[in-house]
């Protein structure tokens, strides 16, 4: 195959690798540039693009190389990188080796970020009292983004699944390149005339370069003067635009962003379902606890039942008229008794009686009883009462024994 001039990819590959390795200016070279796309991996790499006015460069520092890296790598830096350039053979792609990073200064755009955050951040743009809350149930979603980009998929991939009845309303924005501020703008405004219940601004990642468009002023005015609630959602985690600032919400991608904007139906549904299944269990308990108040007072009511309460009375009227009838007979035969005694008594004491024997009642002519011989003197006139009637007398003669 070396005879027919035919060569396999990795032997390209290979040949272009040795001519950068044989090359001692490839080998030990400083690049200066401004960062871009710049990302940390989870292995401890770091993936970034050096870039100038012209051209740019895709570069790679090892974690192993990291030890002298005395500052976060960020976009927008005016770095000078010390490495080598080579032939990554699996890709067939060169890119610079990272030994050593140094920054310069700062890119213009990060300058001009800069600057305009401070100018917006004076003017109170991102204070908190401005910041409207999110509606917890919103219904109509209004998204300004690319229609044909990632972040508007992953958006109705998550709303779909999160609440299937949520509306979205998309208003097709350029989200980046020189246009792409008044169309974001526009789209602000148009869907705060709709009516929308919250608003959802952003776009995939990409350089400092792609996302700038979100941080321009246009863009944070339209955020901030729109009436309606709106979270920005700007391309990964670690990208910060102004529009992040300004917005009520940030989020850290548009699919974080959607699962903020739309409520979890499901999610909604088990809440529901436990609510349910409490009340439902607290009214049982709660008609268990009547049912036995209900018993306690039907029991007390029988005990308290005007019938029985009549009948309780009447025995006890009647047991207190039988022993006020004991009662009376008792003391009806024990005054008897005394009744006879007196009359006994005063049988023996009756003047009758005594007169009956043989004995008289004497009174003088006044009727006043006479019970001495002085009482009387010769010639008074006394009466005498004998058992079956009355004696006129004159005295003779009287005298004491």
Not at 92 to 105: D, F, P
Not at 202 to 218: C, K, V
Not at 363 to 387: F, H, P
Request: glycine fraction near 8%.
């Amino acid at each position: 195959m070396a005879n027919t001039g035919i060569y396999t990819v990795s032997q390209v590959n290979t040949y272009i690798k040795n001519m950068f390795v044989q090359d001692y200016a490839l080998s030990r070279i400083s690049i200066k540039g401004e960062v871009s796309n710049c990302k940390y991996h989870s292995s401890g790499h770091i993936y970034f693009t050096l870039k100038d006015g012209k051209g740019t460069l895709s570069a790679v520092m090892f974690a192993s190389q990291r030890v002298g890296l005395s500052f976060r790598l960020e976009e927008g830096q005016q770095v000078i990188v010390s490495g080598s350039v080579d032939v990554y053979e699996r890709d067939g792609k060169y890119q610079l080796y990272a030994k050593e990073i140094k920054r310069e200064g700062k890119g213009d755009l990060f300058l001009r970020f800069q600057q305009l955050k401070e100018e917006l951040e004076e003017m109170g743009m991102f204070s908190p009292e401005y910041k409207q809350p999110i509606p917890c149930y919103a219904r109509v979603i209004g998204i300004v983004t690319a229609p044909t980009g990632a972040a508007i998929r992953d958006i109705m991939n998550i709303s779909a699944r999160r609440n299937p009845y949520v509306q979205l309303v998309l208003y097709p924005a350029l989200v980046q390149g020189e246009q792409a501020k008044y169309s974001i703008a526009e789209g602000i405004r148009t869907l705060d005339t709709l009516g929308v219940d919250v608003i959802i601004v952003g776009r995939g990642g990409g350089s400092i370069e792609d996302l700038w468009a979100f941080n321009e002023e246009m863009v944070a005015r339209a955020i901030f003067d729109c009436s309606i609630p709106v979270i920005s959602a700007v391309g990964h985690e670690t990208d910060v635009t102004i529009a992040d600032y300004v917005a009520d919400l940030r989020a850290p991608t548009p699919s974080a962003a959607a699962e903020l904007a739309v409520f979890d139906y499901r999610q909604f549904q088990r809440e529901i379902e436990g609510y349910v299944s409490a009340l439902q269990i607290g009214m049982e308990r709660k008609l268990q606890q009547e049912r036995a108040r209900l018993e306690q007072y039907q029991f007390r009511l029988k005990l308290k039942d005007p019938v029985h309460e009549l009948r309780v009375n009447q025995q006890r009227i009647t047991d207190f008229e039988a022993r006020f009838m004991r009662e009376m007979d008792e003391r009806l035969k024990e005054a008897r008794h005394r009744l006879a005694l007196a009359a006994g008594r005063l049988q023996g004491l009756s003047p009758l009686e005594k007169i009956s024997g043989g004995f008289g009642f004497l009174t003088d002519e006044q009727g006043k009883r006479i019970l001495s011989a002085g009482q009387v003197s010769s010639g008074d006139r006394i009466s005498i009462q004998v058992r079956d009637g009355k004696i006129l007398a004159r005295v003779e003669e009287g005298w004491k024994i």
